[in-house]
């Protein structure tokens, strides 16, 4: 894989993380079951780690979007 097609893989998984972030987070304010709560947490964590790393091989690479 080029370095291209790399970045657009990580644009394309940082988009998927941030909707996946905002669509656990609407959850989580609609549920009151504590133990579903606590699982959705993990969860929401798991996935800012990652979007986290996702976003900082995207700044290490510096690249721009055509």
């Keep these: 894989m080029d370095e ?34 606590g699982f959705m947490s993990e969860l929401l964590e798991e996935a800012k780690k990652e979007l986290s790393m996702v976003q900082e091989k995207l700044s290490s690479m510096g690249m721009r979007e055509d």
């Design 4 to 37: 291209r097609a790399y970045f657009k893989e990580l644009r394309r998984r940082e988009k998927e993380l941030l909707e996946r972030i905002e669509k656990m987070r609407k959850t989580m304010n609609e549920t009151v079951e504590l133990n579903t709560l």
